[in-house]
Structures are given as C-alpha cells and as structure tokens.
C-alpha cells in the first residue's frame, strides 16, 4: 500500500506558526500550575468593548444567523469604505472592499488571488512570520530585503530598487510593525510609492495596528493615499483585532482595485462562504460607535512602551530601538552568543519566562516581546531576563 504520509499537497509543507506555538506552550505550563510571565501576546489584554459585544447579542437575538455575501454585508463594507476614505485618505468604494474571517485571511487571499508559481514577492525583513508562508503556499517566491535597526527598520528605497525585477508581482508593507514596532515614515513611503507606479507592481499594506501609534514624530500613513495612481496598485489591510480588542471574532477586511477584489470574492466564495454574520453587526459597532476604548487602550500601551523599553534597553548586552506602534519590543540578543531559539528555549526553562524568538521574523540573534500585559508583568519579566542575561 502507497504511504500517503510522504506526499504533501501543494499547501502541505507550510511551517507551524512560532508565535501561536510558544505562546501554545507558554499557556500549557500556566496552566499546569507553573509560574509563567508571557510576553508572547500578540492580541490586546483588554476585553472588546461592550457596546461591540451588545450589537452582536442583539444580532444573534434578532435571528441574524443565515449567510451573508461572500464579502461581508453591504452596511459594513460601506462602512468600512467610510473608514478608509475619511480617516485614512484611501480613495475607495464599497464594492472594493472584501470583509473577511479575519484580517490574515485578507492577506492570504489577497497573495493567493494574485500571486502564483514564477512571481517574486518582496518581503522587508524583521517581518510577520505568516507572510513567507503565505507567499510560498500561493507559489510565488519571497525575497527578502534585510532592515536595518539604525534605519527604523525601514525598506531603504534604494535597496527595494535594486531587487525589482520583471518577474516582481508585489511589495508587503506591515506599518505599524510585527515585530519591531516601527512606524514607516512618510517620506519612506513617497519614495516606495514612486518606484510601484514607475515599476509596476503591486503593494500590499498590512495597516491592523494603524491605531496604535504613540509619538507625534510618527503618525500611521496609508500609502495608498498618495494619489490615485498609487491606490490602484494598492491593497490596504484592516481589521478589528488589534483596535478593538476582537482577535477572537475574527474579522478583516481589505480594499483593492475592484479587478483584484473580483478575484478575491470568487476565491473567499469557495473557502469560507461568508464572515460569521452576527459578527459583522459587531463590526459595524465597532466602525460606527464610541471610539473612546481605543484611546483609553492605545494610551495604556503607550505607557506600557515606555517601560518595557526603558527597562530592557537598560540590560547590559541588550540593542533595541524605541518602538512608535503596535504592542511589540524587538531586541538584539545576539551579544550572549546562542541562536534566537536556544536562547527562548533556555529562558523558558530556567526562569519560566516565555518569549518569541526572531528566527521565523527572519532575524536571528533577536527576540519579540509583547507589553499586551499588564506592567506587574512587565517588570517582573525584565528582573528575570536580566537575571538570566547576567548569568550566559
């Protein structure tokens, strides 16, 4: 009898994501009565506010439990058209917008909708560890860009030039960053946007922690606001996950040139029919409601930023940049001399103290922190990992 167990499918041979089997692990030892600090979140610690949670109650209660359109409901894909162009400048309309199970679904149909086997993708690194495999599940290839800590962690311009090539189909941009926390600056993103348009070829913009910003010097830009020429090679990714604290409901969204969303509908009308309907009531809640938790939430992080960088840029050995966005630190370990894994391995082992390594971000000697924690966590994690690094 043929051993099935050899052959993979074209999707088979895609890596287990590090981020969601650390903090897998992390939850296991806790939960068998361990001491664990984690700073593996990669999800908000606050609960979706209550006003989100209501309209989905009133929705399941109203009955609102059939199918939807494969992209989403009218209202909230005119919703989220709304969003785009008034907070974001993103010229775009409701019939170019895909509302999806959530906003790493957009970005896998998106490449998949697009992508296929001879496409180059270039893919800036530290990046999220979910883009290579995305790229290489749709049979393109990714290329990947080094960036550096003293330039922000920004795709140096120059060096995106030099890798364009006839066979280029697409540029990903995460802004603000999993997992470094930088915010790209505008004149960063100019330069980019006038390479795609001369170069033709596509951008995607990963935008889910677009609210959560915490320095003037550095606010969110949507590439795709530049012009309208740069918005029709543009795919912009949104969501509810990170804002509003709803990792859970998984919901996304994206808009693009009304050709590619075409595809993507097809594409999302074979795998997953529709988003969960009471769902996107949720959603519509969240668009259209109090904004107020958000601040309340991005104002706690920003002081959470504060003090896991003051007190891990202060450990002897330790190199990392202040971060504008998202809830990450991203460090430079490599001064102690064992691979990122080894190093994580050891930590969690020795002081039950669960981070990420940066290998699978494509940065090997670094670590991901996350300070979607409390700051009693926070503090007690940087005595151990001081700890630790004292003793290697």
């Not at 979140?41 to 506010?49: I, M, S, V």
């Not at 596509?202 to 889910?208: A, H, N, Q, W």
């Amino acid at each position: 009898m043929k051993n099935l167990s050899v052959t993979k499918g074209t999707m088979g041979g895609l890596e287990l994501s590090a981020t969601l089997s650390i903090t897998a692990k992390a939850k296991a030892m806790k939960a068998a009565g361990e001491d664990i600090l984690s700073l593996c979140a990669g999800e908000p610690d606050f609960d979706t506010p209550e006003h989100i949670k209501n309209a989905a109650i009133e929705a399941l209660k109203k009955g609102e439990t059939k199918y939807t359109p494969e992209s989403g409901r009218p209202d909230l894909r005119e919703a989220c058209a709304e969003k785009l162009n008034r907070e974001n400048n993103v010229p775009c309309k409701a019939d170019q917008i895909v509302v999806a199970p959530g906003a790493k679904f957009s970005i896998f149909t998106a490449i998949a909708a697009l992508c296929g086997k001879g496409d180059e993708v270039i893919l800036p690194s530290p990046y999220w560890v979910s883009y290579t495999e995305m790229i290489k599940a749709s049979g393109a290839k990714p290329v990947i860009i080094p960036c550096k800590a003293e330039n922000n962690y920004e795709l140096d311009p120059g060096e995106l030039k030099a890798a364009v090539n006839p066979k280029t189909k697409l540029l990903i941009l995460n802004s603000p960053s999993n997992p470094t926390g930088a915010v790209y600056r505008k004149d960063t993103l100019e330069k980019i946007a006038k390479l795609a348009v001369k170069k033709n070829f596509m951008i995607l913009s990963d935008e889910i922690y677009e609210k959560l910003t915490y320095d003037a010097a550095f606010p969110h830009v949507s590439i795709a606001s530049f012009s309208q020429e740069v918005a029709d090679l543009t795919i912009t990714v949104n969501g509810f996950s990170k804002a509003y604290s709803m990792t859970g409901w998984r919901l996304g969204y994206l808009a693009a040139p009304k050709w590619l969303t075409d595809r993507i509908c097809a594409l999302q009308s074979n795998t997953t029919s529709n988003p969960t309907t009471f769902a996107q009531f949720g959603a519509l809640a969240a668009l259209r409601g109090d904004q107020a938790p958000v601040e309340t939430m991005r104002q706690a992080f920003a002081k959470r930023r504060d003090l896991i960088y003051s007190l891990f840029s202060s450990i002897p050995g330790v190199k990392c940049i202040r971060p504008q966005g998202a809830f990450y630190l991203f460090c430079d370990v490599s001064s102690y001399g064992l691979n990122s894994w080894d190093f994580c391995r050891k930590l969690l082992s020795e002081t039950k103290t669960a981070v990420i390594p940066g290998q699978p971000f494509g940065a090997e000697g670094h670590i991901r922190m996350s300070y979607a924690c409390s700051e009693q966590t926070i503090e007690k994690s940087a005595e151990r990992i001081r700890n630790f690094c004292a003793k290697i």
